[in-house]
Every structure is written in structure tokens, then in C-alpha cells.
Nanobody, 121 residues
């Protein structure tokens, strides 16, 4: 089975930076799209940013110019560099991987366990 392991969350003051990482387990040949979503209690999970294997990116309007998504295809790892953080960025951040080609076939829509990001004012 596929596992996505996230790291890099924590507590930071407004205006600070954090970098999230998400590594997919082995036996994966390729991943079409990797992305980051976030969720606060009582609200739906929302897309923060995603990136295709070719490097095309997509960002939520609320993070454009502050967050940068990148990936290392050889390591099946995606990163989210978050700068100029605001209290409203506080959420649980989830890694997502969609359309994976693996040793056992094709898999779709996998999620990490989530990592808490808290931005204090």
C-alpha cells in the first residue's frame, strides 16, 4: 500500500516561514499530481497548491505569492515552502498524491496523516 509521510509543521509567529515535506513510500514509479490541502475545524478541506509531474503548478488565491510548491520526482517527494505566514493559515495540512503508477498497478487519491501548522499573531 502507499503511504505518504509528512513533516515540517509546527508553531510560528505571523510573518515567519515553514517548509512542509511529504514523501511517498517505495515501489512507486511515478505520481501524476501531488498537492497540499488544509482543513480547519468545521470547514471543508481546501486545496492550497498542487503540482504535476511536469512541473505545472496551481495555487489557491489566498496563498499566491507567499507559498511555493515543488517536488522531486526521483524521490516521490513534494514540498511546500510557506513564507509570510498569517494567522489565517493555521490549519492541519494534508499531502495528497493522485494517479500513482506502482509495482502493483495504478492507484488514485492517497492522503497523508496531516501535520498541524499554527501561526500566532
Amino acid at each position: 500500500q502507499v503511504q505518504l509521510v509528512e513533516s515540517g509543521g509546527g508553531l510560528v509567529q505571523a510573518g515567519g516561514s515553514l517548509r512542509l515535506s511529504c514523501a511517498a513510500s517505495t515501489h512507486i514509479f511515478s505520481i501524476n499530481v501531488m498537492g497540499w490541502y488544509r482543513q480547519v475545524p468545521g470547514k471543508a478541506r481546501e486545496l492550497v497548491a498542487d503540482i504535476t509531474s511536469a512541473g505545472s503548478t496551481n495555487y489557491a488565491d489566498s496563498v499566491k505569492g507567499r507559498f511555493t510548491i515543488s517536488r522531486d520526482n526521483a524521490k516521490n517527494t513534494v514540498y511546500l515552502q510557506m513564507n509570510s505566514l498569517k494567522p489565517e493559515d493555521t490549519a492541519v495540512y494534508y499531502c495528497n498524491a493522485d494517479r500513482l503508477t506502482t509495482t502493483w498497478g495504478t492507484g488514485y487519491n492517497y492522503w497523508g496523516q496531516g501535520t498541524q501548522v499554527t501561526v500566532s499573531s
